[in-house]
């Protein structure tokens, strides 16, 4: 069983950088594909960014692009979640999940929560303004 745990959650100002850190034990990391939820207050769940198995391919949901970056390290079986520029409306519940589903070859990245099989249990991002 797979079990990812986030942290580096917390409270910060507009315009303030937060890194998000997602630890993984169980199965093989390197065989996982990865990515990073978000869910605001009265809000559905949204996908925030994707990582392939290699860490080579990336793709990023439109209100994040330039402003995070998602990076892995899979001798640390860890994923990372840099958050820059942060805004308002990035105040979320911040969830990692993974997927054993390889798309390598495709222009497709996995951005649906059921398209992933292992999650997290969240961390809080509060961006006061």
């Known amino acids: 069983q797979v079990q990812l745990v986030e942290s580096g959650g917390g409270l910060v100002q507009t315009g303030g950088s937060l890194r998000l850190s997602c630890a993984a034990s169980g199965g093989t990391f390197r065989s996982f594909g990865l990515g990073w939820f978000r869910q605001a207050p009265g809000k559905e769940r949204e996908f925030v960014v994707a990582?392939?198995?290699?860490?080579?391919?990336?793709y990023y949901a439109d209100p994040v692009k330039g402003r995070f970056t998602i990076s892995r390290d899979n001798a640390k079986n860890t994923v990372y979640l840099q958050m820059n520029s942060l805004k308002p409306e990035d105040t979320a519940v911040y969830y990692c999940?993974?997927?054993?589903?390889?798309?390598?070859?495709?222009?497709?990245?996995?951005?649906?929560?059921?398209?992933?099989?292992?999650w997290g249990q969240g961390t809080q991002i509060t961006v006061s303004s």
């Open positions: 990582i392939r198995q290699s860490g080579v391919r990336t």
């Open positions: 999940a993974a997927t054993p589903r390889y798309y390598s070859g495709t222009n497709y990245y996995p951005q649906r929560t059921d398209e992933y099989d292992y």
